[in-house]
């Protein structure tokens, strides 16, 4: 009687592996796998953002400065610029927005990720990232890591 018992309850947890397993544990693994790749990708998107807008904030209007008008961007250059670091660091990236406002620059980027495992909910998701820049001029605070030249006359 014991041992009839006992081989039931073996089929018993057999069968709920094997319910369980295809229920739960791998629409969970497909849950990481697809978080883990678009963290990825999001970390790349964010960096590729902020060097767009840290290569576009240098972009100073040269004819503005030398005429006597003061330190400002040029729009022209700043837009060109920020859409050729963006694309090198990532192709697949597109600058939603572009603004300059005085010495600041602001780049918002998005990026559509068609994900690897999506057999449950969307097939694809649409990140985004935003960087601001400020020029300034010279140093706001030195730097013990910078050298500073010393004249020994």
Known sequence: M???????????????????LPIVLLPAAAF???????AAVH???EQATWSAAESAVQQIDADALRAGGGLTLDQRSVESVARDALAAEDPN??????????????????????LPLSFLGAPAVK??????????????????????SVSTL
């Open 127 to 148: 990140l985004r990232a935003k960087a601001m820049a400020r020029l300034t001029l010279g140093y706001e605070s030195p730097s013990s890591f910078l050298p500073f």
């Open 2 to 20: 014991a041992l009839a018992t006992m081989t039931s309850q073996r089929g018993q947890v057999l069968l709920f592996v094997a319910l369980v």
């Open 32 to 38: 990481a796998v697809d978080a883990a790749s678009a």
């Open 43 to 45: 970390a790349r998107l």
């Open 93 to 114: 990236a597109t600058i939603e927005r572009l603004a300059v406002d005085g010495l600041y620059v602001t780049v918002e980027a998005a990026e559509r990720l068609q």
